[in-house]
């Protein structure tokens, strides 16, 4: 269906794309993964030809319907209400509808009769006759009441309006169906019905997301971008992500050969560049370095803060960190975002909020924190407890417009303070540097972000931890490195995350809020399906250090005068005829030398270039591998390629050093 071949693209002097190729079939289900930046979205756009490529071509066989979600979606009219809005995502169907109802008016004519049956085919093909009853049961899913169906689609906030925009998508029933991270608008009850939904899609899926658990049910191929390149995998998510660990330390191994074969080679131009019968083999040995750089291997982006988000141990406190009774919050006074509610969070406890979105889940996390203040009821905090809040919105708890030395500083100083050279060492800790302390908060990538929130935390020393949404913007080794933080704390944890695999690994016990109030579930995520489900809801290795030095040994041989042609006349001097015997018998005796040497330099040299091309042919297999290919075995013949190059390398220098020593000396001869 879609055949990507050689597709390049570059913003100013950043390379996103280079050469990337790889094929969608008809029917794929492939979740598209990578970290954050890396050209995930601009594939989408050169599909949708909202972008154009510097070089490659994308090919899309047959015209597929293609359904994907905009980024700012509109309404046509200011009165145009939620429905209306969801129902015209087919586009040209509610023209076709108006046709074939005028055409109803005299069908007796019978060309009318015949455009009418035409209209009314191509109409039921597109599910024009149910999309009204897909479009609710997908406003539904996504958390609308259907008294909102006939709300006005302006009145409704951006991440409402992006649901709506997905369940027009969906209901369109595209051939080919384009989600980039649909989960980021949604809340867990949400996702849950949208992995559903997805499930039973009999189209082409593309999915980028970072959310494991759409990723690990719904897609069957996995297409890697990073670095520049995309990769294609042959399985699921979780097939993906030990493939990837097995072709990353081999790309790595192969990687540093080549580093190790440009080194040798550019040891060698540096040190023959000037002589002027090396001048050719130098400048080969150039053209190969210039090759290799513009082949060069680049390793993708691996989560290198690996054991730099840390968690401080927390404070004791007394048994209840959290109770509320009869708690309500209003933010005019009139209607209430939630009443009612009463519920006690205990010391060790990993709590999971669950809700849709508008229920206060925000809002209560506030109250929590202390950053609000109930309208009625009470909210108490527990005996030496310390809260710890990390929010949905960074900008809340961290100034964008300060750096982060100062915002670290800031919660530093607020929480005793001490040596600079400490609270440097635990800025390097949590992995600033020198280049990233000077960075304004607001520029920081969601990795990043999370460090530092976590760093503030880590300073505060929190035993109550308020977390709402905290992997949003991380990636999926960012998740993983946050979940197993998480999992590690001693502390008591109250999250908010529309991540399933998240909240199944972190939480111990679930909060669900509905409209009704508040439920609590002791037990983990799945407990809680269970239960609701019974209520009847659905829910290098290093190449060989063969190193060429140059022997540096001169031929003995220059230089010796024949002493049978070396006798002096009484004059003292050598006759013309006996200087050119005892020059004759001179190269006589070192000619063999010579052609030795000679023939040692031509056979290492055509021995190293076949063994380079066979080098190349072996690297580009694991670089670009084949589903069958057997990786130890191709990172086994490079490592022996690699060998036999230092070791015809290392004797061609040799070799070579010796000739030149002997050409050098015949002139004086």
Known sequence: MLDFKGISVHYGHQDVLTNVTFRVNAGDRVGVVGPNGSGKSTLFKIVLGEMSTDSGELIIEGSPRI???????????????????????????????????????????????KRYGELQTKFEHLGGYDIETRVKVALGGLGFTTEEFLKPFQSFSGGWRMRAELS??????????????????????????????????????????????????????????????????????????????????????????????????????????????????????????????????????????????????????????FRCENLGFSYDGVKNVFSGLEFNVTRGDKVALIGYNGLGKTTLMRIMAGTREPTEGKAVIGHNVVPGYLSQEFAETIPPDLTVYRNAKNAWDAHGGGPEKVFRNQLGAFGFDENDVEKPAGVLSGGEKIRLAFLRLFFTAPNLLLLDEPTTHLDLDGRRLLEDAL?????????????????????????????????????????????????????????????????????????????????????????????????????????????????????????????????????????????????????????????????????????????????AERPQQ
């Open 168 to 321: 027009r998508v969906l209901a369109s029933k595209p051939d080919l169906l384009l989600l980039d991270e649909p989960s980021n608008y949604l809340d867990l009850p949400a996702v849950d019905w949208l992995q559903k939904y997805l499930k039973a899609y009999e189209g082409t899926l593309m999915l980028i997301s970072h959310d494991r658990y759409l990723l690990r049910t719904l897609t069957n191929i996995t297409v890697e971008v990073d670095a520049g390149t995309a990769t294609r995998y042959e399985g699921d998510l979780d097939w993906y992500m030990k493939e990837r660990e097995v072709r990353y330390q081999h790309l790595k191994a192969a990687k540093e050969n080549q580093d190790h074969h440009r080194e040798q080679l550019q040891r060698f131009v540096d040190r023959f560049r000037a002589q002027a019968t090396k001048a050719a083999q130098a400048q080969s040995r150039q053209k190969l370095i210039d090759k290799i750089d513009e082949e060069r291997i680049v390793l993708p982006k691996r989560y290198t803060q690996s054991g730099r988000l840390r968690l401080a141990e927390p404070p004791p406190s007394g048994i209840e960190m």
């Open 67 to 113: 359904g994907f979600t905009r980024q700012n979606p509109a309404p046509d009219t200011p009165d145009e209400t939620l429905l209306e809005y969801s129902l015209r995502g087919i586009p040209g169907l509610s023209e076709m509808e108006a046709e074939m109802a005028e055409l109803e008016a005299d069908l007796a004519d019978p060309a009318k009769m």
């Open 487 to 663: 999992k590690k704390y001693k502390g008591t944890i109250f999250l908010v995350s529309h991540d399933i695999d998240f909240v199944r690994a972190v939480a111990t016990s679930v909060l669900e809020i509905t409209r009704e109030g508040i439920r609590q579930f002791p037990g983990g995520y799945d407990y809680y399906c269970e239960k609701k489900a019974a209520e009847g809801s659905g829910v290098r290795s290093q190449g060989a250090g063969v190193s060429g030095q140059g022997s540096g040994v001169r031929s003995q041989g220059a230089g010796v005068r024949s002493q049978e042609t070396g006798k002096c006349q009484e004059s003292g001097q050598l006759s013309k005829k006996e200087l050119r015997q005892q020059r004759a018998a001179e190269r006589a005796k070192i000619a063999p030398k010579l052609r030795e040497l000679k023939k040692r330099v031509e056979t290492a040299e055509k021995k190293i270039d076949e063994l380079q091309k066979a080098l190349d042919e072996a690297s580009a297999e694991l670089f670009n591998p084949k589903p069958d290919t057997d990786f130890a075995e191709a990172n086994r013949k490079v490592r022996t390629l690699q060998f036999e190059i230092d070791r015809y390398t290392a004797d061609w220098e040799e070799a070579a050093t010796e000739l030149e020593a002997l050409e």
